[in-house]
């Protein structure tokens, strides 16, 4: 196995306690037999992920890397966006150092979800993700987001809400809640450190749909899924 070491740091500074975590990205075919691993290696989605912590000079070190993958370390740490980093070239038995982790501000976004009434709707479950890049011009508030990645929250009793730690970068919100019609509002400019706020997003009322599902010769189809 192999080690990557490095440093995390915002504005320079380092930053003590902040998580680092490994994710492996395969390379090259398979080296065991088809079918004879039934689950995620350490590293991929659903797998054990590597993990670290800073200390108090910024320093970590992940352990234990698969030195024939290709790892990307991430950090993340409260109030700020998370920040990632390839590890590079790796080696059996060998440590990888100088690996910089700069985090920056995160931004925010908030809202309050309301209904016809005007009344608060809670438990609205709201989905924040990096917005498709249009042309080659650069983003307009720095790097463009990982589309990968996603944030969510869920709205109190006030129908208020809360996204935090967004990069900076265009973002498209989604909703989701039992009742109300979905909700999607895009071209949200997040800035670093800077928080948006959408004012009142008012949910409209959900229609529902009855039917029946069937075979060809007309048998009832029992736990068929509809989307």
């Known amino acids: ?9 915002a504005a320079g500074q380092p930053l003590a306690g902040v998580a680092v975590a490994a994710a492996a990205t395969p390379t090259g075919p398979p080296r065991r037999p088809f079918g004879a691993f039934r689950g995620p290696r350490p590293g991929q989605p659903g797998g054990r992920r590597p993990r670290a912590a800073s200390g108090a000079d910024g320093a970590f070190r992940v352990r234990g890397l698969d030195p024939t993958e290709n790892w990307t370390l991430e950090a993340r740490a409260a109030g700020f966006a998370p920040a990632k980093a390839e590890a590079g070239p790796l080696a059996p038995r060998r440590t ?9 501000r995160g931004g925010v976004v908030v809202g309050k979800f309301v209904d016809a009434q005007e009344k608060p709707v809670d438990a ?13 011009g650069p983003a307009p508030f720095g790097p463009p987001a990982d589309r990968t990645a996603s944030w969510r929250a869920l709205s109190d009793r006030q129908g208020e809400f809360r996204v935090a730690d967004l990069p900076a970068g265009r973002f ?8 109300f019609a979905p909700e999607r ?13 959408l004012g009142a997003i008012a949910l409209g009322q959900g229609a529902a749909v009855e039917g029946r ?10 736990g068929a899924e509809i989307r």
């Open 1 to 9: 196995a192999a080690v990557v070491g490095g440093r995390v740091v």
């Open 96 to 104: 990888r150092g100088g690996v910089v982790l700069a985090l920056r």
């Open 124 to 136: 609205v479950v709201v989905e924040v993700v990096s917005a498709p890049t249009m042309g080659r």
């Open 172 to 179: 498209e919100l989604t909703t989701q809640r039992r009742g």
């Open 185 to 197: 509002r895009t071209g949200l400019a997040v800035e670093e450190g800077a928080t948006l706020d």
């Open 213 to 222: 599902v069937a075979t060809a010769d007309g048998a009832p189809i029992a």
